[in-house]
């Protein structure tokens, strides 16, 4: 076990990882939208050659609002299969990261039909269908991303009579997309030893002295930065880390339409 | 809702009544198990995979078959789930699984190796316990596991005089049909393994009924196994 | 000798064809009316009276003599427990390893308080399948020569273990100067063999991790796996970077390799 987590990181160190990659280059992953048939919008996650990883569907119900002018966004994170307790609680981890790098910016005004009365409830739900999948934080929130882009919500209005106060919705014609222009996407930088590196693998997260996990929106703006992991960093190492998450998120932000992602920086 | 189950001889999606949804299936989804398959037939969607054999607990304790049974909380027709484990149905479905497949597994072959059976619904358009069977008995014999034979399993129901095979969410939430009916079968000796049938209408089962219903659940089990051994034979032939 | 029957590809619960007075051998079994049949998916085979049906995938069964890899699950009461990837774990007892000073005396009381520095948890080994108990499908390994014994500086690579084929020597060193030891259970190790080295050099590095990626993809593709066959996908591949190795268009080339033969 030591004489393996030697091999990794002395790899790092040349740069010639275990799969073949440089220590700032990705695997490619392709993203499917569409593959719930009975969910108004989803999305599945496979990295190259393997099977998928990541299945997100969301669903959308008409509920109360807790916040006047605001929808409810709700997201679940299950692992398929027996989990133990130590899976349970690091999906927990997993969902509270993901809830406060990225869908604390999502714009719930949008969800809102009646202020104060009615509002539509996003329900995002997501099954990591491998145990051993790595960089979790950061393809979790891709196949969130592209299955909020899926998503068709009808469009209605809702009408409060004014003098019986009695609420109606009505039902329009055509279907609505959700706004996702604010929302930011979660990159994840780790520092092993003296280098930075991206996209870990199950292995190699094994290894990482310091995960950062960053946030950024469309516009290269730095929503967030999460640390994880016992290791201690120097603050230049912070301000590389965040340079290099910044032009991993425009690479991705690119590639985000086409399905297939893979990033390599210099 | 008074939805029409028949109009005309024929079902809400078009279907005769003695016809069975079309059915997909793919072997080696989850490449991080012993094996997995996953069975859609029509909307309903199911994925299995299986962990073993592997070592019990214990080092001479006698193996056993466990199923963890899921459903994703985006699979459902209508509304989002309430609980994707732990209720009854699937701690019921769970107990079921464990007895139907330790006749089947030849566990004298592996005495003391555990086979954990994990089974995740992704979307749920009727008679999703004979399709959670079917993806179950495909990816055991991915897995290369010894089984005794297939275990095949269909839905079937009753409406106006007439047996229904294969039925949808609609069909067996609605108040009108005599649903759902689930029969497992191993395949060669169509003798029958799993019989579960929760009725929500309050309907009574006359014996003649029961014939007619168990008659058409065994003829979906009989074209759904030839289905699968034709798809295995298309899977290993690439 | 083993004869396949035929190349009909026969399912759990098919009456596998076969001659009167034949036994049923393993992926069989004999049902009531003495119908010999399939358990397993595969094509059935014959040696002598025995019918056989070799299963297309399965975890490791395990023979006397075959050389594993493995990992130390479990240190305890004078003997080790390894994961090779079968049904059961394996034993490795504490009598049955060779000791570093190549010693061949009796084990003591230190010795099992020591066990921690010959093996300890989760390291991976080379070992050979000393004896498989008839009822219980227990097996046994062994690391009493100086060949087998705790694995470093190199890679595990898992693959299925019915595409390990039988080979006269399992521990090789491939065209291009790549140590690997073949494991019958499907694991293979690719190492690089010089121990005075604190460090893997980056040339052997490569070679390593391009050996590794092969192999992965080989399984992926279902290509039987000898040192022949790799150093045929080596020179179909020579051409890509190391960076681009793991890809679908890969895949695609080393599949083609079986269609042509």
């Given at each position: 076990?030591q004489?393996?987590?030697?091999?990794?990181?002395?790899?790092?160190?040349?740069?010639?990882?275990?799969?073949?990659?440089?220590i700032?280059?990705?695997?490619?992953?392709?993203?499917?939208?569409?593959?719930?048939?009975l969910s108004p919008?989803?999305a599945?996650?496979?990295?190259?050659l393997?099977?998928?990883?990541?299945?997100?569907?969301?669903?959308?119900e008409?509920?109360?609002?807790?916040?006047?002018?605001?929808?409810?966004v709700?997201?679940?994170?299950?692992?398929?299969?027996?989990?133990?307790?130590?899976?349970?609680e690091?999906?927990?981890?997993?969902k509270?990261?993901?809830?406060?790098?990225?869908?604390?910016?999502f714009?719930k005004?949008?969800?809102c039909?009646?202020p104060?009365r009615?509002?539509?409830?996003?329900?995002?739900?997501?099954?990591?269908?491998d145990?051993?999948a790595?960089?979790l934080?950061?393809?979790?929130?891709?196949t969130?991303?592209?299955?909020?882009?899926?998503?068709?919500?009808?469009?209605?209005?809702?009408?409060?009579?004014?003098?019986?106060?009695?609420?109606y919705?009505?039902?329009?014609?055509?279907?609505?997309?959700?706004?996702?222009?604010?929302?930011?996407?979660i990159?994840?930088?780790?520092?092993?030893?003296?280098s930075?590196?991206?996209?870990?693998?199950?292995e190699?997260?094994?290894?990482?002295?310091?995960?950062?996990?960053?946030?950024?929106?469309?516009?290269?703006?730095?929503?967030?930065?999460?640390?994880?992991?016992?290791?201690?960093?120097?603050?230049?190492?912070?301000?590389?880390?965040?340079?290099?998450?910044?032009e991993?998120?425009?690479?991705?932000?690119?590639?985000?339409?086409?399905?297939?992602?893979?990033?390599?920086?210099? | 809702?008074?939805?029409?189950?028949?109009?005309?001889?024929?079902?809400q999606?078009?279907?005769?009544?003695?016809?069975?949804?079309q059915?997909?299936i793919k072997l080696?989804?989850?490449?991080?198990?012993?094996?997995?398959?996953?069975?859609?037939?029509?909307?309903?969607?199911?994925?299995?995979?299986?962990?073993?054999?592997?070592?019990?607990?214990?080092?001479?304790?006698?193996?056993?078959?466990?199923?963890?049974?899921?459903?994703?909380y985006?699979?459902?027709?209508?509304?989002?789930?309430?609980?994707?484990?732990?209720?009854?149905?699937?701690?019921?479905?769970?107990?079921?699984?464990?007895?139907?497949?330790?006749?089947v597994?030849?566990?004298?072959?592996?005495?003391?190796?555990?086979?954990?059976?994990?089974?995740?619904?992704?979307a749920?358009?009727?008679?999703?316990e004979?399709?959670?069977?079917?993806?179950?008995?495909?990816?055991?014999?991915?897995?290369?596991?010894?089984?005794?034979?297939?275990?095949?399993?269909?839905?079937?129901?009753?409406?106006?005089?007439?047996?229904?095979?294969d039925?949808?969410?609609?069909?067996?939430?609605?108040?009108?049909?005599i649903?759902?009916?689930r029969?497992?079968?191993?395949?060669?000796?169509?003798q029958i393994?799993?019989?579960?049938?929760?009725?929500?209408?309050?309907?009574?089962?006359?014996?003649?009924?029961?014939?007619?219903?168990?008659?058409?659940?065994?003829?979906?089990?009989k074209?759904?196994?030839f289905?699968?051994?034709?798809?295995?034979?298309?899977?290993?032939?690439? | 000798?083993?004869?396949?029957?035929?190349?009909?590809?026969?399912?759990?619960g098919?009456?596998?064809?076969?001659?009167?007075g034949?036994?049923?051998?393993?992926?069989?079994?004999?049902?009531?009316?003495?119908e010999?049949?399939?358990?397993?998916?595969?094509?059935?085979?014959m040696?002598?009276?025995?019918?056989?049906?070799n299963?297309?995938?399965?975890?490791?069964?395990?023979?006397?003599?075959?050389?594993?890899?493995?990992?130390?699950?479990?240190?305890g009461n004078?003997?080790?427990?390894?994961?090779?990837?079968?049904s059961?774990?394996?034993?490795?007892?504490?009598?049955?390893?060779?000791l570093?000073?190549?010693?061949?005396?009796?084990?003591?009381?230190?010795?099992?308080?020591?066990?921690?520095?010959?093996?300890?948890?989760?390291?991976?080994?080379?070992?050979?399948?000393?004896?498989k108990?008839?009822?219980?499908?227990?097996i046994?390994?062994?690391?009493?020569?100086?060949?087998?014994?705790?694995?470093?500086?190199?890679?595990?690579?898992?693959?299925?273990?019915n595409?390990?084929?039988?080979?006269r020597?399992?521990?090789?060193?491939?065209?291009?100067e790549?140590?690997?030891?073949?494991?019958?259970?499907?694991?293979?190790?690719?190492?690089?063999?010089n121990?005075?080295?604190?460090?893997v050099?980056?040339?052997?590095?490569?070679?390593?991790?391009?050996?590794?990626?092969?192999?992965?993809?080989m399984?992926k593709?279902?290509?039987?796996?000898?040192?022949?066959?790799?150093?045929?996908?080596?020179?179909?591949?020579?051409?890509?970077e190391?960076?681009?190795?793991?890809?679908?268009?890969?895949?695609?080339r080393?599949?083609?390799?079986?269609?042509?033969?």
């Open positions: 076990m004489s393996e987590k030697k091999f990794i990181t002395d790899g790092i160190k040349q740069n010639c990882r275990c799969d073949g990659r440089g700032l280059s990705s695997r490619r992953i392709k993203i499917e939208k569409g593959v719930c048939t919008g989803s599945q996650l496979n990295i190259e393997s099977s998928p990883h990541i299945i997100c569907g969301c669903k959308l008409i509920g109360v609002p807790e916040v006047e002018d605001e929808g409810i709700n997201l679940s994170i299950e692992l398929a299969g027996k989990s133990l307790m130590t899976d349970k690091r999906m927990a981890e997993v509270s990261l993901i809830e406060m790098l990225m869908l604390n910016y714009n005004k949008q969800l039909i009646i104060g009615k509002c539509w409830k996003l329900f995002i739900d997501v099954e990591i269908l145990k051993d790595s960089n934080i950061e393809h979790i929130s891709l969130i991303t592209s299955a909020l882009e899926d998503v068709k919500v009808l469009a209605t209005e809702g009408i409060v009579n004014k003098n019986t106060k009695e609420e919705i009505e039902i329009l014609d055509g279907t609505v997309r959700i706004n996702i222009d604010e929302l930011p996407i990159t994840t930088v780790a520092q092993i030893n003296t930075s590196v991206l996209d870990l693998t199950a190699e997260e094994g290894c990482a002295d310091s995960l950062l996990h960053f946030s950024i929106d469309k516009n290269g703006t730095i929503k967030g930065i999460i640390k994880e992991n016992p290791g201690r960093l120097a603050v230049d190492q912070v301000l590389s880390a965040a340079n290099i998450a910044k991993v998120a425009a690479h991705i932000f690119s590639d985000l339409g086409t399905g297939s992602i893979k990033y390599k920086l210099s | 809702m008074t939805e029409e189950i028949l109009f005309y001889g024929f079902r999606d078009g279907r005769r009544p003695g016809e069975l949804r059915i997909k080696g989804v989850v490449d991080n198990s012993s094996g997995s398959a996953l069975f859609q037939i029509g909307h309903t969607s199911v994925l299995a995979f299986i962990h073993g054999p592997k070592q019990t607990k214990h080092e001479k304790e006698s193996g056993h078959i466990h199923c963890y049974f899921n459903t994703a985006f699979s459902s027709s209508g509304e989002r789930r309430k609980f994707s484990k732990g209720d009854k149905k699937s701690n019921e479905f769970e107990a079921n699984v464990r007895t139907m497949f330790e006749s597994v030849l566990m004298e072959n592996n005495p003391h190796s555990d086979i954990d059976i994990h089974v995740l619904v992704l749920d358009d009727g008679s999703v004979c399709a959670a069977i079917n993806a179950i008995t495909l990816s055991l014999i991915h897995a290369g596991v010894p089984l005794k034979d297939f275990l095949v399993s269909c839905s079937s129901g009753f409406y106006s005089g007439m047996p229904l095979i039925l949808t969410y609609s069909e067996s939430t609605s108040f009108q049909v649903s759902e009916y029969v497992a079968v191993l395949g060669k000796s169509l393994a799993y019989l579960n049938y929760d009725d929500i209408g309050g309907h009574k089962l006359t014996p003649e009924v029961v014939r007619e219903i168990t008659a058409m659940a065994i003829e979906g089990c074209q759904v196994h289905i699968m051994k034709q798809e295995l034979q298309n899977a290993c032939s690439n | 000798m083993e004869i396949e029957i035929e190349r009909n590809l026969v399912m759990p098919d009456v596998v064809p076969c001659p009167t034949s036994m049923p051998g393993y992926g069989t079994y004999q049902n009531e009316v003495g010999i049949v399939s358990n397993v998916m595969g094509y059935p085979a040696y002598n009276r025995l019918v056989c049906v299963s297309l995938r399965g975890c490791y069964i395990g023979e006397t003599g075959n050389v594993v890899i493995g990992r130390i699950s479990q240190v004078k003997r080790w427990k390894v994961d090779i990837g079968a059961q774990e394996a034993a490795l007892q504490l009598s049955s390893i060779d570093p000073t190549g010693e061949h005396r009796i084990r003591s009381e230190e010795d099992q308080l020591h066990m921690r520095e010959y093996f300890n948890h989760n390291d991976l080994l080379s070992a050979e399948v000393q004896s108990s008839q009822e219980g499908k227990a046994n390994l062994q690391t009493r020569s100086s060949k087998f014994g705790k694995l470093k500086n190199g890679m595990l690579v898992v693959v299925s273990p595409l390990v084929a039988r080979m020597q399992h521990f090789c060193q491939l065209n291009n790549v140590d690997i030891i073949f494991g019958r259970n499907g694991w293979i190790w690719v190492y690089y063999n121990t005075n080295e604190l460090e050099p980056l040339i052997r590095r490569q070679q390593i991790v391009r050996i590794s990626c092969l192999l992965k993809l399984n593709a279902l290509v039987m796996i000898s040192p022949e066959k790799i150093q045929q996908v080596f020179e179909r591949t020579s051409d890509i190391l960076e681009d190795l793991l890809a679908e268009s890969t895949l695609e080393i599949k083609d390799i079986d269609a042509v033969e």
